[in-house]
């Protein structure tokens, strides 16, 4: 069956699934091969890793500076 994979984006939650559906013509009969299935759970967990890496890396920079650099950093005074 291979190590196909069905992904539906645009979803607040992560959906993968196998590309053979349920595969209810051969459950219970020690024929299937669950490597679609695995790679359908790994692929999701990569996608839910990717998407706090992307998170994380538009937050508020100014945060991961560290705090010995901001406390060196002068506040510009605007006169009128």
């Given amino acids: 069956?291979?190590?196909?994979?069905?992904?539906?984006?645009?979803l607040k939650?992560?959906?993968?699934?196998?590309?053979?559906?349920v595969a209810f013509d051969i459950a219970g009969k020690g024929?299937?091969?669950p490597?679609?299935?695995?790679e359908a759970v790994y692929q999701c967990?990569?996608?839910i890793q990717h998407r706090r890496e992307y998170d994380e890396q538009r937050s508020?920079?100014?945060?991961k500076v560290m705090p010995e650099v901001t406390a060196k950093l002068i506040?510009?005074?605007i006169e009128e």
Avoid: Q
């Avoid at 994979?5 to 645009?10: K, V």
């Fill in 1 to 10: 069956m291979g190590e196909g994979i069905n992904y539906t984006a645009g």
């Fill in 13 to 21: 939650a992560v959906r993968t699934s196998p590309d053979h559906g």
């Fill in 31 to 33: 024929t299937a091969d």
């Fill in 35 to 38: 490597a679609s299935f695995l």
């Fill in 45 to 47: 967990v990569d996608i």
């Fill in 60 to 63: 508020n920079p100014i945060k």
């Fill in 75 to 77: 506040d510009e005074k």
